[in-house]
Protein backbone atom coordinates (compact mmCIF):
# COMPACT_ATOMS: atom_id res chain seq x y z
CA UNK A 1 0.00 0.00 0.00
CA UNK A 2 1.25 3.58 -0.66
CA UNK A 3 -0.56 7.07 -0.01
CA UNK A 4 0.54 10.07 -1.74
CA UNK A 5 -0.77 13.22 -0.93
CA UNK A 6 -0.93 16.80 -2.91
CA UNK A 7 0.15 19.06 -2.69
CA UNK A 8 2.45 18.28 -0.03
CA UNK A 9 2.00 22.21 1.48
CA UNK A 10 -0.46 24.59 1.36
CA UNK A 11 -0.81 27.88 0.76
CA UNK A 12 -4.30 28.94 0.72
CA UNK A 13 -5.82 26.27 4.35
CA UNK A 14 -4.34 25.37 6.81
CA UNK A 15 -3.84 21.98 6.21
CA UNK A 16 -1.17 19.10 6.75
CA UNK A 17 -0.87 16.74 4.43
CA UNK A 18 0.59 14.47 6.95
CA UNK A 19 -2.64 14.19 8.85
CA UNK A 20 -4.43 13.50 5.71
CA UNK A 21 -2.37 10.74 4.68
CA UNK A 22 -2.37 9.74 8.50
CA UNK A 23 -6.17 9.45 8.14
CA UNK A 24 -6.20 7.44 5.10
CA UNK A 25 -3.53 5.03 5.95
CA UNK A 26 -5.67 3.61 8.77
CA UNK A 27 -9.09 3.87 6.54
CA UNK A 28 -7.63 2.12 4.33
CA UNK A 29 -6.35 -0.96 6.51
CA UNK A 30 -9.99 -0.47 8.30
CA UNK A 31 -11.79 -1.16 5.02
CA UNK A 32 -10.18 -3.94 3.75
CA UNK A 33 -8.54 -2.04 1.04
CA UNK A 34 -5.16 -2.26 2.54
CA UNK A 35 -3.26 -3.34 -1.00
CA UNK A 36 -4.57 -0.37 -2.53
CA UNK A 37 -2.18 2.28 -3.81
CA UNK A 38 -3.82 5.68 -3.30
CA UNK A 39 -3.50 9.22 -4.37
CA UNK A 40 -5.29 12.36 -2.61
CA UNK A 41 -4.97 15.05 -4.65
CA UNK A 42 -6.76 18.47 -2.97
CA UNK A 43 -7.92 21.47 -4.67
CA UNK A 44 -7.45 23.96 -2.11
CA UNK A 45 -8.55 26.73 -4.34
CA UNK A 46 -12.52 25.60 -3.25
CA UNK A 47 -13.95 25.54 0.05
CA UNK A 48 -16.90 22.98 -1.57
CA UNK A 49 -17.25 19.43 -0.65
CA UNK A 50 -16.82 18.12 -4.40
CA UNK A 51 -15.18 14.57 -4.45
CA UNK A 52 -14.49 11.65 -7.04
CA UNK A 53 -12.77 9.10 -7.76
CA UNK A 54 -10.11 8.55 -10.66
CA UNK A 55 -10.43 4.51 -11.04
CA UNK A 56 -6.88 3.38 -12.16
CA UNK A 57 -3.62 2.23 -10.79
CA UNK A 58 -2.96 3.94 -8.21
CA UNK A 59 -6.35 5.01 -7.31
CA UNK A 60 -7.23 8.74 -7.10
CA UNK A 61 -9.41 10.58 -4.83
CA UNK A 62 -9.67 14.51 -6.20
CA UNK A 63 -11.66 16.66 -3.65
CA UNK A 64 -12.14 20.17 -3.12
CA UNK A 65 -10.62 21.25 0.22
CA UNK A 66 -14.45 21.46 1.75
CA UNK A 67 -14.55 17.73 1.90
CA UNK A 68 -11.73 17.53 4.56
CA UNK A 69 -12.11 20.95 6.35
CA UNK A 70 -13.42 20.87 9.91
CA UNK A 71 -17.07 23.73 9.75
CA UNK A 72 -16.06 24.62 13.15
CA UNK A 73 -12.52 25.98 12.15
CA UNK A 74 -12.75 26.69 8.75
CA UNK A 75 -9.51 26.15 6.85
CA UNK A 76 -8.37 23.80 9.27
CA UNK A 77 -8.72 19.78 8.60
CA UNK A 78 -11.10 17.11 10.79
CA UNK A 79 -9.69 13.90 10.92
CA UNK A 80 -13.23 12.44 11.24
CA UNK A 81 -14.33 14.70 8.23
CA UNK A 82 -11.66 13.44 6.04
CA UNK A 83 -12.22 9.28 7.15
CA UNK A 84 -15.63 9.65 6.22
CA UNK A 85 -15.35 11.89 2.71
CA UNK A 86 -12.71 9.53 1.67
CA UNK A 87 -14.10 6.65 2.94
CA UNK A 88 -17.28 7.32 0.98
CA UNK A 89 -15.81 7.27 -1.94
CA UNK A 90 -13.30 4.48 -1.65
CA UNK A 91 -16.02 2.21 -0.20
CA UNK A 92 -17.46 3.07 -3.80
CA UNK A 93 -14.48 1.93 -5.90
CA UNK A 94 -14.09 -1.40 -3.67
CA UNK A 95 -17.83 -2.17 -4.68
CA UNK A 96 -17.16 -1.20 -8.48
CA UNK A 97 -13.93 -4.03 -7.98
CA UNK A 98 -16.02 -6.09 -6.39
CA UNK A 99 -17.79 -7.95 -9.77
CA UNK A 100 -20.81 -7.28 -8.75
CA UNK A 101 -21.46 -3.28 -9.40
CA UNK A 102 -20.32 -3.63 -12.74
CA UNK A 103 -23.67 -2.73 -14.51
CA UNK A 104 -23.61 0.33 -12.42
CA UNK A 105 -23.36 3.88 -14.57
CA UNK A 106 -20.53 5.76 -14.00
CA UNK A 107 -20.29 8.33 -11.27
CA UNK A 108 -20.62 10.99 -13.31
CA UNK A 109 -24.13 9.38 -14.78
CA UNK A 110 -25.51 8.60 -11.21
CA UNK A 111 -28.36 10.46 -10.46
CA UNK A 112 -28.93 12.48 -7.36
CA UNK A 113 -31.27 9.58 -5.46
CA UNK A 114 -29.23 6.65 -6.69
CA UNK A 115 -25.96 8.89 -5.76
CA UNK A 116 -27.99 9.79 -2.48
CA UNK A 117 -28.73 5.52 -1.82
CA UNK A 118 -24.71 4.22 -2.72
CA UNK A 119 -23.92 7.34 0.13
CA UNK A 120 -26.02 5.43 2.22
CA UNK A 121 -24.92 2.09 1.90
CA UNK A 122 -21.00 3.60 2.42
CA UNK A 123 -21.61 5.65 5.28
CA UNK A 124 -23.82 2.82 7.09
CA UNK A 125 -20.22 0.56 6.31
CA UNK A 126 -18.10 3.55 7.80
CA UNK A 127 -20.35 3.83 10.66
CA UNK A 128 -19.46 -0.18 11.40
CA UNK A 129 -15.83 -0.11 10.99
CA UNK A 130 -15.74 2.25 14.27
CA UNK A 131 -16.25 6.26 11.96
CA UNK A 132 -18.36 8.95 13.66
CA UNK A 133 -21.14 9.40 11.54
CA UNK A 134 -24.11 11.15 12.06
CA UNK A 135 -27.20 9.14 10.46
CA UNK A 136 -29.97 11.56 10.92
CA UNK A 137 -28.07 13.63 8.31
CA UNK A 138 -27.58 10.88 5.92
CA UNK A 139 -31.11 10.11 6.48
CA UNK A 140 -31.97 13.44 5.99
CA UNK A 141 -29.73 13.45 2.09
CA UNK A 142 -31.52 10.26 1.70
CA UNK A 143 -35.22 11.33 1.99
CA UNK A 144 -34.31 14.63 -0.33
CA UNK A 145 -33.51 12.36 -3.14
CA UNK A 146 -36.36 9.64 -2.52
CA UNK A 147 -39.02 11.92 -0.57
CA UNK A 148 -40.14 12.41 2.64
CA UNK A 149 -42.29 9.00 3.07
CA UNK A 150 -42.08 5.39 4.92
CA UNK A 151 -41.29 4.02 2.16
CA UNK A 152 -37.98 6.06 2.15
CA UNK A 153 -37.42 5.57 5.78
CA UNK A 154 -37.74 1.75 5.29
CA UNK A 155 -35.25 1.70 2.23
CA UNK A 156 -32.67 3.92 3.81
CA UNK A 157 -32.43 1.46 6.59
CA UNK A 158 -32.12 -0.96 4.64
CA UNK A 159 -29.28 0.45 2.88
CA UNK A 160 -27.89 1.72 6.05
CA UNK A 161 -27.52 -1.45 7.50
CA UNK A 162 -26.86 -3.43 4.35
CA UNK A 163 -23.29 -5.73 3.20
CA UNK A 164 -22.51 -7.17 0.37
CA UNK A 165 -24.70 -5.57 -1.92
CA UNK A 166 -25.08 -6.13 -5.85
CA UNK A 167 -25.51 -3.03 -7.83
CA UNK A 168 -29.11 -4.64 -8.55
CA UNK A 169 -30.30 -4.61 -4.72
CA UNK A 170 -29.16 -1.11 -4.38
CA UNK A 171 -30.41 0.55 -7.24
CA UNK A 172 -34.01 -1.79 -6.48
CA UNK A 173 -34.32 -0.16 -3.17
CA UNK A 174 -33.59 3.09 -4.46
CA UNK A 175 -36.00 3.05 -7.17
CA UNK A 176 -38.60 1.57 -4.76
CA UNK A 177 -38.64 4.35 -2.43
CA UNK A 178 -38.76 6.89 -5.62
CA UNK A 179 -41.95 5.25 -7.20
CA UNK A 180 -43.70 5.00 -4.07
CA UNK A 181 -43.51 8.51 -3.24
CA UNK A 182 -44.16 9.40 -6.97
CA UNK A 183 -47.48 7.28 -6.33
CA UNK A 184 -48.21 8.88 -2.98
CA UNK A 185 -47.76 12.47 -4.58
CA UNK A 186 -50.17 11.76 -8.07
CA UNK A 187 -52.56 10.37 -5.64
CA UNK A 188 -52.84 13.49 -3.91
CA UNK B 1 -26.72 43.47 35.34
CA UNK B 2 -24.14 45.37 33.05
CA UNK B 3 -25.51 47.60 29.84
CA UNK B 4 -23.81 47.75 26.02
CA UNK B 5 -22.51 44.06 26.25
CA UNK B 6 -19.66 43.73 24.02
CA UNK B 7 -19.83 40.73 21.47
CA UNK B 8 -17.18 38.88 23.38
CA UNK B 9 -19.00 38.76 26.59
CA UNK B 10 -22.18 36.62 25.22
CA UNK B 11 -22.47 33.65 26.83
CA UNK B 12 -22.00 30.14 24.85
CA UNK B 13 -21.24 27.30 25.74
CA UNK B 14 -17.92 24.92 24.14
CA UNK B 15 -20.31 23.74 21.57
CA UNK B 16 -19.89 26.63 19.86
CA UNK B 17 -16.83 27.94 17.76
CA UNK B 18 -16.52 31.50 16.91
CA UNK B 19 -15.58 32.99 13.66
CA UNK B 20 -14.72 36.68 12.92
CA UNK B 21 -16.07 39.04 9.66
CA UNK B 22 -12.65 39.42 9.02
CA UNK B 23 -11.62 35.72 8.54
CA UNK B 24 -14.37 35.14 6.27
CA UNK B 25 -12.83 37.74 4.24
CA UNK B 26 -10.06 36.59 4.23
CA UNK B 27 -10.64 33.52 3.16
CA UNK B 28 -8.82 33.33 -0.57
CA UNK B 29 -10.71 30.40 -1.26
CA UNK B 30 -13.75 31.19 -4.16
CA UNK B 31 -16.83 28.90 -5.31
CA UNK B 32 -16.12 30.39 -8.23
CA UNK B 33 -15.38 28.20 -11.10
CA UNK B 34 -12.29 29.01 -13.73
CA UNK B 35 -13.63 31.29 -16.57
CA UNK B 36 -13.10 30.29 -19.73
CA UNK B 37 -9.73 31.81 -20.02
CA UNK B 38 -8.59 30.54 -16.94
CA UNK B 39 -9.46 26.82 -18.81
CA UNK B 40 -12.32 26.52 -16.96
CA UNK B 41 -16.15 25.35 -18.97
CA UNK B 42 -16.76 28.74 -18.66
CA UNK B 43 -20.62 28.75 -17.93
CA UNK B 44 -22.39 30.89 -15.65
CA UNK B 45 -22.10 29.86 -11.84
CA UNK B 46 -25.28 29.01 -10.29
CA UNK B 47 -25.08 29.06 -6.72
CA UNK B 48 -29.20 29.67 -5.65
CA UNK B 49 -29.60 26.86 -2.92
CA UNK B 50 -32.39 24.93 -4.42
CA UNK B 51 -32.82 20.56 -3.83
CA UNK B 52 -31.61 20.08 -7.48
CA UNK B 53 -28.02 21.08 -6.04
CA UNK B 54 -25.76 18.20 -5.74
CA UNK B 55 -24.54 19.18 -2.23
CA UNK B 56 -28.32 20.59 -1.52
CA UNK B 57 -28.70 18.77 1.98
CA UNK B 58 -25.41 19.89 3.52
CA UNK B 59 -26.17 23.33 2.37
CA UNK B 60 -29.23 23.48 3.52
CA UNK B 61 -27.76 22.14 7.03
CA UNK B 62 -25.23 25.02 6.75
CA UNK B 63 -27.73 27.83 6.28
CA UNK B 64 -30.48 26.26 8.98
CA UNK B 65 -27.50 27.16 11.16
CA UNK B 66 -26.71 30.06 10.53
CA UNK B 67 -30.42 30.58 10.80
CA UNK B 68 -30.10 28.96 14.26
CA UNK B 69 -27.43 31.28 15.42
CA UNK B 70 -28.52 34.47 14.18
CA UNK B 71 -32.02 33.65 16.37
CA UNK B 72 -29.89 33.12 19.24
CA UNK B 73 -27.83 36.95 18.31
CA UNK B 74 -31.50 38.10 17.66
CA UNK B 75 -33.07 37.58 20.61
CA UNK B 76 -30.34 38.92 22.49
CA UNK B 77 -30.17 42.14 20.36
CA UNK B 78 -33.72 42.68 21.13
CA UNK B 79 -33.71 41.83 24.81
CA UNK B 80 -30.70 44.31 25.21
CA UNK B 81 -32.71 47.09 23.25
CA UNK B 82 -35.09 46.78 25.94
CA UNK B 83 -32.73 46.64 28.52
CA UNK B 84 -29.32 49.34 27.75
CA UNK B 85 -31.73 52.55 27.65
CA UNK B 86 -33.73 54.40 30.21
CA UNK B 87 -37.53 54.37 28.97
CA UNK B 88 -38.11 57.51 27.34
CA UNK B 89 -38.37 60.46 23.98
CA UNK B 90 -34.84 61.45 24.43
CA UNK B 91 -32.40 60.78 22.07
CA UNK B 92 -30.68 58.39 23.94
CA UNK B 93 -33.68 56.94 25.30
CA UNK B 94 -35.99 54.08 24.18
CA UNK B 95 -40.16 54.88 24.29
CA UNK B 96 -42.17 52.29 26.18
CA UNK B 97 -44.01 51.68 23.26
CA UNK B 98 -40.72 50.46 21.92
CA UNK B 99 -39.44 48.59 24.19
CA UNK B 100 -42.60 46.54 24.16
CA UNK B 101 -42.31 45.51 20.79
CA UNK B 102 -38.32 44.52 21.43
CA UNK B 103 -40.05 42.61 24.22
CA UNK B 104 -42.72 40.85 22.15
CA UNK B 105 -39.51 40.37 19.59
CA UNK B 106 -37.78 38.60 22.21
CA UNK B 107 -40.71 36.23 22.82
CA UNK B 108 -41.02 35.51 18.63
CA UNK B 109 -37.10 35.24 18.45
CA UNK B 110 -36.47 32.64 21.68
CA UNK B 111 -39.57 30.60 19.55
CA UNK B 112 -37.50 30.82 16.40
CA UNK B 113 -33.90 29.95 18.40
CA UNK B 114 -36.30 26.90 19.39
CA UNK B 115 -37.63 25.54 16.16
CA UNK B 116 -34.13 26.10 14.68
CA UNK B 117 -32.79 23.71 17.30
CA UNK B 118 -35.72 21.31 15.98
CA UNK B 119 -34.90 21.92 12.66
CA UNK B 120 -31.05 21.15 12.55
CA UNK B 121 -31.93 17.91 14.30
CA UNK B 122 -34.26 16.93 11.87
CA UNK B 123 -31.81 17.82 9.23
CA UNK B 124 -29.07 15.71 11.05
CA UNK B 125 -26.83 18.76 11.89
CA UNK B 126 -25.67 19.08 15.65
CA UNK B 127 -25.61 22.04 17.85
CA UNK B 128 -22.46 23.92 17.28
CA UNK B 129 -21.32 21.96 14.08
CA UNK B 130 -20.92 25.14 12.12
CA UNK B 131 -18.73 28.19 13.10
CA UNK B 132 -20.91 31.08 14.34
CA UNK B 133 -20.04 34.42 12.97
CA UNK B 134 -21.38 36.85 15.43
CA UNK B 135 -21.99 39.76 13.28
CA UNK B 136 -25.49 39.85 13.59
CA UNK B 137 -25.33 41.44 17.62
CA UNK B 138 -22.60 43.44 16.53
CA UNK B 139 -25.63 45.47 14.39
CA UNK B 140 -27.26 45.37 17.72
CA UNK B 141 -24.32 47.60 20.12
CA UNK B 142 -25.35 50.84 18.89
CA UNK B 143 -25.89 53.87 21.75
CA UNK B 144 -28.72 54.98 19.45
CA UNK B 145 -32.06 53.11 19.99
CA UNK B 146 -32.64 54.47 16.42
CA UNK B 147 -29.95 52.73 15.08
CA UNK B 148 -30.12 49.21 16.41
CA UNK B 149 -33.55 49.69 14.43
CA UNK B 150 -31.97 50.28 11.43
CA UNK B 151 -28.95 47.86 11.43
CA UNK B 152 -31.34 44.89 13.37
CA UNK B 153 -34.70 44.99 12.33
CA UNK B 154 -34.35 46.89 8.76
CA UNK B 155 -31.41 45.58 7.61
CA UNK B 156 -30.47 42.03 9.37
CA UNK B 157 -34.55 40.91 9.53
CA UNK B 158 -34.53 41.87 6.44
CA UNK B 159 -31.76 39.32 5.38
CA UNK B 160 -33.84 37.15 7.27
CA UNK B 161 -36.95 37.75 5.36
CA UNK B 162 -34.69 36.69 2.21
CA UNK B 163 -33.04 33.75 3.93
CA UNK B 164 -36.60 32.21 5.16
CA UNK B 165 -38.04 32.88 1.77
CA UNK B 166 -35.31 30.97 0.11
CA UNK B 167 -35.69 27.84 2.73
CA UNK B 168 -39.38 27.27 2.57
CA UNK B 169 -38.85 27.32 -1.36
CA UNK B 170 -36.30 24.91 -0.69
CA UNK B 171 -39.05 22.97 1.51
CA UNK B 172 -41.38 22.88 -1.00
CA UNK B 173 -39.55 21.38 -4.04
CA UNK B 174 -37.98 18.83 -1.69
CA UNK B 175 -41.45 17.81 -0.73
CA UNK B 176 -40.05 18.03 3.05
CA UNK B 177 -42.77 18.76 5.03
CA UNK B 178 -41.43 20.03 8.26
CA UNK B 179 -38.72 22.52 6.61
CA UNK B 180 -41.57 24.21 4.57
CA UNK B 181 -44.13 24.59 7.37
CA UNK B 182 -41.75 25.99 10.25
CA UNK B 183 -40.10 28.45 7.83
CA UNK B 184 -43.54 29.88 6.47
CA UNK B 185 -44.20 30.52 10.15
CA UNK B 186 -41.35 32.17 10.93
CA UNK B 187 -41.05 34.37 7.62
CA UNK B 188 -44.59 35.94 9.21
CA UNK B 189 -43.17 36.71 12.38
CA UNK B 190 -40.03 39.04 10.52
CA UNK B 191 -41.86 40.71 8.25
CA UNK B 192 -43.45 41.91 11.63
CA UNK B 193 -40.38 42.61 12.66
CA UNK B 194 -39.29 44.58 10.08
CA UNK B 195 -42.81 46.79 9.78
CA UNK B 196 -41.62 47.14 13.34
CA UNK B 197 -38.14 48.81 12.52
CA UNK B 198 -39.67 50.41 9.52
CA UNK B 199 -42.50 52.01 11.80
CA UNK B 200 -39.93 52.77 14.35
CA UNK B 201 -37.52 54.49 12.39
CA UNK B 202 -40.01 57.20 10.50
CA UNK B 203 -41.88 57.43 13.99
CA UNK B 204 -38.45 58.24 16.03
CA UNK B 205 -36.73 60.26 13.68
CA UNK B 206 -39.68 62.40 12.36
CA UNK B 207 -38.43 66.09 13.74
CA UNK B 208 -34.85 65.09 13.24
CA UNK B 209 -33.31 64.68 9.53
CA UNK B 210 -30.02 64.06 10.49
CA UNK B 211 -30.29 61.38 12.58
CA UNK B 212 -32.66 59.80 10.27
CA UNK B 213 -29.94 59.89 7.29
CA UNK B 214 -27.36 58.79 9.83
CA UNK B 215 -29.81 55.64 11.11
CA UNK B 216 -30.32 54.67 6.95
CA UNK B 217 -26.48 54.64 6.53
CA UNK B 218 -25.73 52.95 8.95
CA UNK B 219 -28.09 50.37 7.44
CA UNK B 220 -26.41 50.76 4.08
CA UNK B 221 -23.54 49.66 5.79
CA UNK B 222 -24.86 46.32 7.72
CA UNK B 223 -26.90 45.35 4.32
CA UNK B 224 -24.02 45.33 3.03
CA UNK B 225 -21.80 43.31 5.34
CA UNK B 226 -25.45 41.30 5.89
CA UNK B 227 -24.89 40.32 2.09
CA UNK B 228 -21.94 38.49 3.27
CA UNK B 229 -19.84 39.19 0.25
CA UNK B 230 -22.77 38.13 -2.15
CA UNK B 231 -24.65 35.50 -0.33
CA UNK B 232 -27.91 37.15 -1.14
CA UNK B 233 -28.85 39.05 -4.08
CA UNK B 234 -30.56 39.17 -7.10
CA UNK B 235 -28.04 36.86 -9.29
CA UNK B 236 -28.34 33.65 -9.64
CA UNK B 237 -24.46 33.61 -7.97
CA UNK B 238 -25.97 34.10 -5.05
CA UNK B 239 -27.10 30.97 -2.51
CA UNK B 240 -29.83 33.44 -1.07
CA UNK B 241 -32.07 35.88 -3.02
CA UNK B 242 -33.64 39.08 -2.27
CA UNK B 243 -37.57 38.22 -1.34
CA UNK B 244 -38.62 41.79 -2.86
CA UNK B 245 -42.80 41.37 -2.37
CA UNK B 246 -41.99 40.19 1.17
CA UNK B 247 -39.99 43.14 2.19
CA UNK B 248 -42.85 45.62 0.99
CA UNK B 249 -45.24 43.88 2.61
CA UNK B 250 -42.53 44.54 5.79
CA UNK B 251 -42.44 48.77 4.36
CA UNK B 252 -39.75 48.89 2.50
CA UNK B 253 -40.37 51.50 -0.36
CA UNK B 254 -39.69 50.00 -3.79
CA UNK B 255 -36.44 52.65 -3.80
CA UNK B 256 -35.17 50.73 -0.65
CA UNK B 257 -35.96 47.51 -2.11
CA UNK B 258 -33.83 48.64 -5.38
CA UNK B 259 -30.85 49.83 -3.22
CA UNK B 260 -30.56 47.20 -0.96
CA UNK B 261 -30.71 45.03 -4.58
CA UNK B 262 -27.83 47.30 -5.90
CA UNK B 263 -25.70 46.61 -2.81
CA UNK B 264 -26.11 43.13 -2.54
CA UNK B 265 -25.06 42.66 -6.25
CA UNK B 266 -21.93 45.16 -5.85
CA UNK B 267 -20.88 43.40 -2.52
CA UNK B 268 -21.13 40.43 -4.72
CA UNK B 269 -18.47 42.15 -7.04
CA UNK B 270 -16.68 43.41 -4.45
CA UNK B 271 -16.23 39.62 -2.74
CA UNK B 272 -15.01 38.02 -6.34
CA UNK B 273 -12.18 41.19 -6.58
CA UNK B 274 -11.25 40.44 -2.97
CA UNK B 275 -10.42 36.34 -3.59
CA UNK B 276 -8.71 37.09 -6.55
CA UNK B 277 -6.39 39.46 -4.83
CA UNK B 278 -5.87 37.01 -2.36
CA UNK B 279 -5.14 34.35 -4.26
CA UNK B 280 -3.14 35.95 -6.38
CA UNK B 281 -1.19 37.25 -3.16
CA UNK B 282 -0.89 33.07 -1.76
CA UNK B 283 0.79 32.39 -5.42
CA UNK B 284 3.51 35.11 -5.06
CA UNK B 285 3.72 33.75 -1.84
CA UNK B 286 4.30 30.40 -2.72
CA UNK B 287 6.25 30.86 -5.36
CA UNK B 288 9.08 33.36 -3.65
CA UNK B 289 8.94 30.55 -0.65
CA UNK B 290 9.76 27.35 -3.56
CA UNK B 291 12.35 29.86 -4.96
CA UNK B 292 13.98 29.93 -1.04
Known amino acids: MSVTVSPEQFSLVLFESAEIHRVATELLERIGMAEVDLVVDVDETSPLARIEVLYGDPLTVKGDSGSFEDPRHPRHTDADIIATSLGRVLLRARDRASGTFDDAPADMALTLAQSAAWDTYSVGRLTRAGYPTNRQRWLYNYRNRHGFSDVADETFDRLWQADGLSWAELDAASAAAVSATAAAASAR | ?292
Open chain 2, 1 to 292: MKRHLPVAELARDSRFAHVTMRDRFNDPRSVRPPTEAEGGPGRRNVNRLTPARKDASDAARVLMHGIFVGEIQALEGAGRTCFDFETGDGVDQAPFALKLDMARQCWDEARHCEMSAKLSDWMGTEIGEFAENTVLFEAACSNDPVLRLAGVNRALEGLAIDVFTTMREFGEVATDPVLAFCEDWMLADEVTHVKMGSDWLRRLTEHDPARRAAALEFQRVVDKLFSYGGTRSDSDESPIGLARRFRELAGFTEDEVAEVAELSLSALGEAKERKEQLRREAAEAMLATAQG
